[in-house]
């Protein structure tokens, strides 16, 4: 299996451009998470999708953040306009269990964003 | 905001030597995780505990879970240059939404 797969994996932008990062989640799991990790503040949850539908986007700093799930297969988060306070690592995951007993979470290498 | 908190933050051994890593945390959970995260990459899954299980184990790995104290700790024995990482724990809370939430890590330095 190749594993969750995320692009790109480096992105340096201006402040007010548009980003996007790319998630393919390991075939079979009906569950994908958005993960971003600062030093400040550590890994934090922006949003979680079960079978490709967005079930708690609490997480997510604010209007400038979307993520969408059209098929099984590919999840994107957007960030416009983007600003410097976005620079962290952002990271996919993907789960086959996801409930009362969440279990083991396959991460991707993660995109590290700097926005200028 | 985090649900575990890792203690130490930050830890240096000798190879060869045990590591303990701490994680308290502050609801009721399900489950809890450790996961593994070498410099630059993405976590990985070592060991999960369910809340009605104390110990368990995975090749050098032991973790205990205290529902009481609200606590659990993951013990690395004989110690390898390799382990050096960030080890974090994350906690499924009981009644919740199924999210994972993740603490903050503890930084290990294995020193050959």
């Known amino acids: 299996d190749a594993g969750v797969i995320q692009s790109p994996r480096h992105e340096v932008t201006e402040m007010g451009q548009e980003v996007t990062l790319r998630c393919k989640p390991i075939?079979?799991?009906?569950?994908l998470f958005w993960y971003r990790q600062t030093m400040m503040r550590g890994l934090e949850l922006l949003i979680y999708?079960?079978?490709?539908?967005?079930?708690?986007d609490s997480g997510m700093p604010e209007d400038r953040f979307s993520a969408k799930m059209p098929n099984a297969s590919f999840s994107t988060l957007k960030i416009q306009p983007s600003e410097p306070r976005d620079s962290a690592v952002y990271f996919c995951?993907?789960?086959?269990?996801?409930?009362?007993?969440?279990?083991?979470?396959?991460f991707g290498e993660g995109s590290r964003l700097t926005v200028l | 905001s985090q649900q575990g908190e890792e203690d130490p933050q930050a830890l240096s051994i000798q190879e060869g030597e045990n590591a303990t890593m701490n994680c308290s945390y502050k609801?009721?959970?399900?489950?809890l995780q450790w996961y593994r995260q070498n410099s630059g990459r993405g976590l990985v899954h070592l060991i999960l505990i369910r809340s009605n299980e104390r110990e368990k184990h995975s090749g050098r790995l032991r973790v205990t879970l205290d529902t009481s104290k609200k606590s659990s700790s993951l013990l690395i024995t004989a110690s390898r240059a390799a382990d050096t990482a960030s080890y974090f724990c994350?906690?499924?809370?009981?009644?919740?939404?199924?999210?994972?939430?993740f603490g903050k890590g503890t930084k290990l330095t294995v020193n050959p």
């Open positions: 075939s079979g799991h009906n569950s």
């Open positions: 609801t009721s959970i399900n489950n």
């Open positions: 994350a906690t499924v809370t009981q009644g919740g939404s199924e999210k994972l939430v």
């Open positions: 999708f079960n079978n490709n539908v967005p079930i708690d």
């Open positions: 995951a993907s789960s086959r269990i996801v409930g009362p007993n969440t279990g083991e979470l396959f």
